[in-house]
């Protein structure tokens, strides 16, 4: 019996033209045309999408999630980047 | 890692749990917390794939081409279903492999209803209404767990299985207006996946040791008892619509405490079957294990097939 396993891609879809492609989840295949095939039968047996791209988990690097307080305080602490840290005086309709 | 440091996680973890924060692969979990969801969901992954067999079986005897497309249709929406859980199952750093070879092994269980024989044509159209009932019932619930990656399958699970439902709710309506040998086997097989049915919530809350653990980590929402009871004040006006008879003479609508009242389940039997003395138990493993070994050639000639392409490639 084989001790090789396939392996793990990621699967993401586009569900229609115009949106970005979403992870969707994961599945075993050999290689890159069946890791497509299999993405068809398992994540779009319902017109879920109209483009498929798939990713070998062995390339996908993640941020830690222990370190996102600090990976993310940064963006927390600037309101200023939002338009609602500004007044806006009264009789000024659209800006 | 010291005491203290492990007392700090598992304080944060479960504050988490209590905010609604989901759980995601990467996060820091209790070991019993990713222990439990390794059993839990590679027993439904089994769960799913095993249910292929009862039904599988009738795909070249069902009566005509529209039962048949939808049948198929069923039972490839089942693999799919495994295949989402053993992904899942995969993102807690399990091995699949491995999850597979304990099923084989006996080490691993699966939903006990899948031990039971289909038998007639009536049996294809009870499984699809009763035990996909009482598997939506269950998996309802299971959309809200704190483990995101088992939240999110069952959501795309509970979609597909609607129809699962209502296709055997319709079959089962055709055969009860049809001819009386036609309702009588409805009514057989009702007689038959009732019970079974009901024991697929598992056994009684005053059983079920894990039961107040999974509660806590909003694993589970609702108790095994209360989606059971669910399950029939739900599917009791069913069967009259069908006008079949529910095998059980203590089932009576109580205006107290506006649910059905039943009889006691035989957990004799609940427990023969987990145990692997029911009527299907060798078959089924006997049937998955032959896929496995005999399928292998397939994987391995794939995989060898890749990699000379990529040779090439390279080359």
Known sequence: ?95 | MKTMDLQELEKRFQEKIDKEIKIEPNDWMPDEYRKTLIRQISQHAHSEIVGMLPEGNWITRAPNLRRKAVLLAKVQDEAGHGLYLYSSVETLGADREATIDDLHSGKAKYSSIFNYPAVTWADIGTIGWLVDGAAIMNQVALCRCSYGPYARGMVKICKEESFHQRQGFESLVTLCNGTPTQKAMAQDAMNRFWWPALMMFGPSDDESPNSAQSMKWKIKRFSNDELRQSFVDATVPQAEILGLTIPDPNLKWNEETGHYDFSPINWDEFWQVVNGNGPCNKERIEARTKAKEEGMWVREAAMAYAEKRALKKTA
């Open chain 1, 1 to 95: 019996m084989s001790n090789r396993e396939w392996p793990l891609w990621e699967v993401f879809i586009r569900s229609k033209q115009g949106l970005n492609h979403k992870h969707v989840g994961s599945l075993r295949a050999p290689d890159a045309t069946l890791a497509l095939e299999n993405a068809r039968d398992v994540y779009t047996r319902r017109s879920e999408g109209i483009s498929i791209w798939v990713v070998e988990s062995n390339y996908v690097h993640a941020s830690d999630p222990s370190d996102s307080d600090s990976m993310f305080e940064p963006s927390d602490t600037k309101v200023y980047r939002h338009p609602t840290f500004y007044e806006v005086p009264d009789g000024i309709k659209h800006m």
